[in-house]
């Protein structure tokens, strides 16, 4: 999945979620739990209580799409549950997040221009 680095918002579900759930379900959860708006152009991102498969829920403009992905061994590095039920975090650490990667480490997640040397 490709997330714009410059303008989406990622939220996400902390509590652990029943990854049966599909777009109506997702998004009545978004609205009531996180009291969000699914159409809002942000990511909301849930994971099995496995800690081994995530659900990516957003609004692309046209209609919500919905991304899915499990790990065959190991567990998305997750924060810990707090009293909002929800983590903000930048595009770029989904990314990593996505990829495997522990999306904490990351430090800059300013996006930036390349510059073109004179």
């Known amino acids: 999945m490709r997330v714009d680095p410059q303008g989406a918002k990622v939220l996400l579900c902390l509590q652990p979620t029943d990854m049966r759930k599909s777009f109506d379900t997702l998004a ?3 609205q009531e739990s996180l009291r969000h708006d699914p159409f ?4 909301f991102v849930f994971r099995n209580k496995a ?3 995530i659900k990516i829920l957003a609004w692309d403009g046209s209609g919500l799409t919905l991304y899915y992905k499990r790990l065959e061994s190991g567990q998305f590095v997750w924060p810990a549950l707090n009293a909002k039920g929800h983590f903000v975090m930048h595009a770029i650490q989904l990314q990593a997040l996505l990829e495997g990667m522990d999306w904490r480490r990351i430090q800059n997640t300013e996006v930036t221009k390349p510059t073109v040397a004179a």
Do not use: E, F
């Open 51 to 53: 800690g081994n498969r």
């Open 28 to 30: 009545a959860l978004i």
């Open 40 to 43: 809002s152009g942000q990511c």
